[in-house]
Structure formats: C-alpha cells, structure tokens
C-alpha cells in the first residue's frame, strides 16, 4: 500500500532532498508550504507537479491540524524551523515560537487527528554546544549557546515527552551539520563556496567571515535525509546521532574550496569582520555516529574533501549561468 508523508520545511534543503528520496520510494508526498509575497519554491520547482502542497506554519495551530487532517500521513518529517544560528541572536523569540512551540503544536496536531503517525523531529549537534565531550553521542549533556539551540533543547524534551506521555512514535535525529549546493547563501560553507565562485569569476575580490578557528562535523545533505528515512522504519522510536564522525575547522574548508580554483594562499582572499562574531559560539561539534551505523545501517560516505568540490563546482556553475545572463 502506497505510504503518505506530510513534511514540513519542505522548500528548504533537507525538506527538498527528502521530498525527491520519498518520491523515489513511491510515497505520496505532502509538503507544508507557507504563504509568502513572493514564492519561495526553487529547490523543489522540478518536483512541484508530484507532490501536494498544503499551506501551513509552525505558528498556527489550524494550520497544523487541517493540513495533517487532510494529508492523513504514516509519517510527518519536521524540518520546518528558523534554521540560522546567527539570526536566532536577532530573533530569540521568533525562533523559540518556529523551532520550539512549533514542534509542540505538530505533535499535539498528531495526536490528535493522525496519533499513529511516526514524528521525526529536526534535532541538532547545536543541542551539545558547549560540548562537554569530543566526540559527542547520544548521552553526551546539552549545553546550548545560542536561542536556536535552546529552542531546540525544548522541542527535543517536548518529542521525549510525548514519546513517554502518549506512547507515540517519535524520534529525534541528532543531525550534524550537513551542507549541498541547496544550503542557504548566510551559512559559513556556503559562503565560502559563493565567495570562491564569484572571486573566481571575478565579481568580487575577497570573502569576509567570522570566527575561522570554529570546528564543525560536515556531512552532505542527501545522505542525511536518508538517515532520517532508516529512522523511521525502526520498530521503535529513539534518538540517534548522525555525523561523520570527522571534524573541520572553517579554516580548513577556506584552504580546500579555495584549491578548488588552483588559489593555495586563500588568506590574501579573506577579511574578517568582528560583526560577524556569535555573542556566544560553538567551538568544536564531532559526532559519533557509531549507533547509528549499527542500528540503521547508514554510514556518511562524503566526507568534507568531497563536499568541497561538490559544493564549488555548483556555485562555479551558477556563478558562470548568473553572469552569462545578466
Ligand atoms: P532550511 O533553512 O533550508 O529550511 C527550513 C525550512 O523551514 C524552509 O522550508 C522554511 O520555509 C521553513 N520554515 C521556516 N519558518 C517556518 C514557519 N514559521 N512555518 C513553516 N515553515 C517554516 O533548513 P535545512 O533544510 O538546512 O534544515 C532542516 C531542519 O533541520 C531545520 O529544522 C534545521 O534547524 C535542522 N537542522 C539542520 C542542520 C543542517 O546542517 N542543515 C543540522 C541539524 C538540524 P521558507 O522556504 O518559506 O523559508
Ligand atoms: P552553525 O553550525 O549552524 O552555526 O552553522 P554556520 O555555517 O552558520 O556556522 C558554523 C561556524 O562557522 C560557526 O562557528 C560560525 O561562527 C562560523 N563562521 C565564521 N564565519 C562565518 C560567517 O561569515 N557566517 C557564518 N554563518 N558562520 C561563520
């Protein structure tokens, strides 16, 4: 019987790649769309005509419950969220309305229209932060430093919650970070591959950035929503950790996305601006994905050297299309 999946996020990168994974399983696929003055629908612009898009937000209850009453899924994917660390400063309590009172109201939608539905809940290495350990696991304490991750903690202990209160399938994927040629333009890898791309293309001279010595697990977005699949067709519910168990720092992706373009003295090509600086940052994140490994059968394959190339070789091709075109 053919399986129905509601996904919130769906116009974002991960919401994007796992709408075409469900496609190619023969899922019915509805995606939550919010209403904007102008529509935000490039990621998913060659899959419009095979999913459903039902309007929704994360911070309207109705929205909620209409949209799971009328998709009536086996399976809801929550990867809707105000997803930037850096604006999360700006926008402390937009972003515990989306990330952390948003996830309350999806699950309490569930129980109530869809209670046999099996929740995936978005979580993050950003509910580690200040990491008391290297690499981090699934005991390893929350500690976070900015208001996505506490927001994030909160919905973390709300899917817990309903987990234990309601006995329904919910699972927290602890995801690292995890990058493709769909992040958006203010996360640090993207700007980074952007900035290679255009100073190669001679639009700009230089990439100006924040704290290089930050250390992060980067896996390749595909790959990750695949993990979130697996994690669905458990048994039971939990929460795994997913990374590669591998860390860069950003100066690390600097040196090798500027390679990418036969550049070896990348610093001559980076400025850094105090502005760009966290009140509070996360130094190093390193998962270790290794129950992940053994209770889905998944393993990151694309490690940081790979994603590099990935990601420059896609920002040298629009770059070159956008120039061509203007
Ligand atoms: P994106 O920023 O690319 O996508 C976020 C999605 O959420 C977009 O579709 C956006 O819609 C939607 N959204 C934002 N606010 C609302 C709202 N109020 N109501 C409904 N939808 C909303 O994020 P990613 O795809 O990278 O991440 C997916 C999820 O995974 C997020 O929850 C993120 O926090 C989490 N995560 C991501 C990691 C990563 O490295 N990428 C790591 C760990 C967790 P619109 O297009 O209209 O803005
Ligand atoms: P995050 O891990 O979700 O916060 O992902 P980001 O890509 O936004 O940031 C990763 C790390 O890169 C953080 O420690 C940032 O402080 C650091 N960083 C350094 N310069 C920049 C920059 O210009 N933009 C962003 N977004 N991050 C930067």
Redesign the pocket.
Known sequence: MTKTAFV??????????LAELLLKKGYAVYG???R?SSP??R?IAHIMDQIHLID?????QSSLITALMESKPDEIY???????VGTSFRQPV?TA???GL?VVRLLDAARSTVPDAKVYQ?????LFGKATEIPQSETTPFHPRSP?GVA?VFAYWACVNYRESYGMYVSN???????SP???ME?VTRRITNGVARIHHKLAKHITLGNLDAKRD??Y?PE?VDAMWRMMQQKGPGDLVIATGETYSVRDFLRLAFAEVGIEDYEAYVKVDEKLLRPADVHTLCGNPAKAEKSLGWKAKTKVPELVKIMVEADLERVKEERHHR
């Open positions: 919130t996020g769906v116009t974002g990168q991960d919401g994007s790649y939550m769309i919010r904007l935000n629908t990621n929704g937000d994360m911070t309207d929550n990867l809707a969220a105000q997803s930037f937009l309305d989306v990330n948003g978005a979580s993050t290495s950003e996505y994030k994927g602890i995801l690292f970070n995890h990058e769909r992040r958006g996360f980067w896996g977005a990750y």
